[in-house]
């Protein structure tokens, strides 16, 4: 099924436990003012980390989405092949999301709405955090980038001089935003070297 042309682009968001809660928090940001329809997800982990790193409780994470699914609903509309959907973001996806998704391990809504994106042949765009990478982590991300994921760790650039970490993160997002194709996010500032 595709989706119609005057509808909004839809993309699933997952959140899950790994360290950078503010990248899922600002992606549901900037997706909303750019008037993309998002459906979210988040593990109970996830939720912690977003209470413990930006003092965010549930109730105000989920405001930020349009549609909201608890993780254990394997039978919400995003774990469906037939549901319109552009893409799906994990920001941020911990190690362990990862080895489920790369092994097709769909036990919860998360990982089947990524295993369904990647069957659907739709854009799947995981930003990992972990430091350093074991050799099964490494696998894990090649596994999913053969699938046709895209793995994305959530590095920093530093040519655009950022002044804040809000800008570190808001370019980011930016990129992200770019490879779901869903609208082209801000363009990112270069002042050269």
Not at 12 to 28: E, F, M, P
Not at 68 to 97: E, N
Request: net charge neutral; glycine share 10%; aromatic share 4%.
């Amino acid at each position: 099924m595709t989706v119609e042309s005057s509808a909004p682009p839809r993309v699933a968001v997952g959140i899950t436990g790994a360290s950078g809660a503010v990248y899922g928090v600002r992606l549901l940001e900037r997706l909303r003012e750019l008037q993309v329809y998002t459906h979210l997800v988040v593990t109970s982990a996830g939720v912690l980390n977003v209470h413990h790193e930006l003092g965010l409780d549930r109730g105000a994470l989920e405001q930020l989405a349009d549609e909201v699914h608890a993780l254990g609903d394997v039978g919400a509309c995003i774990a469906s092949g037939s549901h319109p959907t552009t893409a799906m973001v994990v920001a941020p996806c911990s190690m362990k999301t990862l080895a489920a998704i790369a092994h097709g391990f769909g036990d919860n809504l998360l990982t089947r709405a990524a295993d369904v994106t990647l069957k659907e042949r739709r854009r799947l765009v995981l930003m990992v955090r972990e430091t350093p990478f074991n050799l099964a982590h490494l696998r894990n991300m090649t596994a999913v980038t053969e699938m046709g994921g895209i793995v994305f760790p959530p590095l920093p650039a530093f040519y655009h001089r950022p002044q804040s970490i809000a800008e570190l993160v808001d370019d980011t997002v930016e990129r992200v935003i770019e490879l779901t194709g869903v609208g082209r996010g801000q363009p990112r500032r270069w002042t050269g070297l």
